[in-house]
């Protein structure tokens, strides 16, 4: 009774001991947990306040992006394939900069099944 009080006891006092966390999310287990979505969901939203496009096979969902240096050009793409629009800055022949590149990261919301 009295050493079962003192294994428990003990027992308890490893785990406080230990702060390591049970669960990392790293980048690479987040993007595996993302949903994938077919070109016939995506067309589903396809205007402002509810805008997601296919930019190289992912899906991003621009519904709150408000601020697109650019302009409102980007809502011609609501609902599809925004992948050479955004290449070329909608035929400028101009790729977007690299700190644009790291925003839209911001709306990735899973990769495009085109098998459905
Ligand atoms: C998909 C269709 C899109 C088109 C056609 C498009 C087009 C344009 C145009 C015409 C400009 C202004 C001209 C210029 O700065 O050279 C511009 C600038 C910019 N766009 Fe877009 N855009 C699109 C999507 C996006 C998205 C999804 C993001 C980020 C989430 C973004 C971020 C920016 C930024 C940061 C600039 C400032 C210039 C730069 O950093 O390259 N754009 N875009």
Redesign the pocket.
């Known amino acids: 009774m009295l050493g079962g009080a003192y294994l428990l006891f003990g027992k308890k006092s490893l785990d406080k001991s230990n702060n390591s966390p049970t669960a990392v999310f790293t980048p690479a287990a987040t993007s595996q947990a993302k949903p994938t979505f077919s070109l016939k969901e995506v067309a589903k939203h396809s205007q402002k306040g509810d805008c997601w496009?296919v930019?190289e096979d992912k899906v991003?969902d621009?519904s709150s992006?408000t601020n697109?240096?650019?302009?409102d050009?980007?809502l011609?793409?609501c609902g599809g394939e925004?992948t050479s629009?955004?290449q070329?800055?909608?035929g400028?022949g101009?790729?977007?900069?690299?700190?644009?590149?790291n925003?839209?990261k911001?709306?990735y919301l899973g990769d495009l099944n085109r098998e459905n």
């Open positions: 496009l930019i991003y621009l992006f697109h240096p650019g302009g050009i980007y011609q793409y925004a629009a955004f070329t800055k909608a400028r101009q790729p977007h900069s690299t700190e644009a590149k925003r839209l911001n709306f």
